[in-house]
């Protein structure tokens, strides 16, 4: 029994050292911070490791942020590129460009001035949006697509999935919702980081404070709003591919248990040849606050076959 004690501190700490943090944790050690200009907006980009690319991209009520336990997880054999989206974060606040094919040529922005022809894509929320545009686009430098926990404009069950009252905040927007919400950054987001978690004490109060002063930048409201929007238009643009074609790459659709489930394996299956169902469980739609060890194992094991 004593050898056992006299091991049991280097155990624990081998447990703190490996298990998953929470997104709250914001560090990427190690990764390098660059500013890529172009198509009418400064992406703020976090890049690290090497091996094979990856490429992460956040949702609404977040930033890059979201993704540090993820990154630092597959840096140790791949190399990623976290950037915020336009409007977002520490990217600029440009006037327009919100619809989902423009930032769609962000993403292909950042990926070139990093001379990266081909990546894998993981994207969370608004994200997907601009994830699918990509793929759509630019399908020969996508190996593989992860869609987590979030519609795709005009595809699939769209317009029932706009009846869902709790989605009345993609209609929110314009001048007069600006002014009622600057200042009130904390009170608009919790809503959203209460009433879409399964649990929302899991979405911790260091992330809070952290996302509503990215959030209260100058201009970063009225990007929030724009993003949704441009969901017309993004409709719009999605349906015209898929009478055209589909996507053909391995696509993993993602679902919170307790929040888009299956629904976003079944919105894939509509506009992909190759998709995989996947359920983080115990989880809403935060997944890496809510449950990130999942989220990373799923993410890993599908971008490694």
């Not at 999935?161 to 950054?185: Q, S, T, Y």
């Not at 979405?203 to 709003?225: C, I, T, V, W």
């Amino acid at each position: 029994m004593r050898p056992f004690l006299r091991c049991l501190p280097v155990l624990l700490l081998a447990l703190v050292l490996t298990a998953p943090s929470r997104a709250e944790d914001f560090a990427f050690p190690r990764f390098d911070v660059r500013e890529v200009t172009g198509n009418g907006a400064t992406i703020h980009v976090r890049s690290g490791g090497s091996g094979p690319p990856v490429v992460l991209l956040h949702g609404y009520g977040e930033t890059g942020d979201m993704w540090a336990p993820l990154a630092v997880e597959l840096a140790r054999d791949h190399t990623v590129i976290v950037p915020d989206l336009r409007g977002l974060g520490l990217s600029s606040k440009p006037p327009g460009g919100f619809d989902k094919k423009t930032q769609a040529e962000d993403v292909a922005g950042v990926m070139t001035a990093l001379n990266v022809a081909q990546a894998d894509v993981v994207a969370h929320d608004i994200g997907n949006m601009v994830a699918f545009q990509f793929a759509a686009r630019h399908p020969e430098r996508v190996r593989r697509l992860v869609l987590i926990d979030a519609p795709i404009p005009g595809v699939g069950p769209w317009d029932e999935i706009l009846k869902n009252p709790l989605l009345w905040h993609f209609r929110f927007g314009g001048p007069d919702m600006e002014r009622l919400v600057a200042g009130r950054e904390r009170i608009y987001l919790d809503r959203f980081w209460n009433e879409f978690s399964a649990s929302p004490a899991r979405f911790g109060e260091a992330a809070r404070r952290h996302y509503a002063d990215l959030y209260a930048l100058p201009g970063a409201m009225h990007s929030g709003f724009a993003q949704f929007a441009a969901f017309d238009q993004d409709a719009i643009d999605n349906r015209a591919f898929l009478a055209r074609g589909r996507l053909k790459m391995p696509i993993l659709a993602v679902g919170g248990e307790k929040s888009f489930g299956p629904t976003m394996a079944a919105v894939m299956r509509v506009a992909g040849d190759d998709v995989t169902e996947a359920i983080v469980p115990d989880s809403g739609h935060w997944i890496m606050e809510e449950n990130p060890g999942a989220t990373i194992r799923l993410v890993r094991e599908f971008l490694v076959r």
